[in-house]
């Protein structure tokens, strides 16, 4: 089992910066792949960012360039730093780990990007 615990959401003005935190219960570095994902009102959840424990990372063509998922091992936390946010990148964001053949998902965090 996995606990993810998302902080760091909020309201930010378009072209801002917001970095979001994903705490796990334990020692990511044995967790295959983390994510993060985004539901925005009647949209599906889509991927955002994902890292494995190689470091590979992979993103959405619509946030590449703006966002980065740098993770701490030592701190069992993987992050979401977002620049030059857009209207669209309004959502609740979600983290996510894959271990094994199960996958564990947080409660998420608001991002709302307006003026």
């Known amino acids: 089992q996995v606990q993810l615990v998302e902080s760091g959401g909020g309201l930010v003005q378009p072209g801002g910066s917001l970095r979001l935190s994903c705490a796990a219960s334990?020692?990511?570095?044995?967790?295959?792949?983390m994510g993060w994902y985004r539901q925005a009102p009647g949209k599906q959840r889509e991927l955002v960012a994902s890292t494995t424990s190689s470091g590979t990372t992979n993103y959405a063509d619509s946030v590449k360039g703006r966002f980065t998922i740098p993770r701490d091992n030592a701190k069992n936390t993987v992050y979401l730093q977002m620049n030059t946010l857009k209207p669209e990148d309004t959502a609740v964001y979600y983290c996510n780990a894959k271990a094994l053949a199960s996958t564990f998902w947080g409660k998420g965090t608001l991002v709302t990007v307006s003026s």
């Open positions: 334990r020692n990511i570095f044995s967790i295959s792949t």
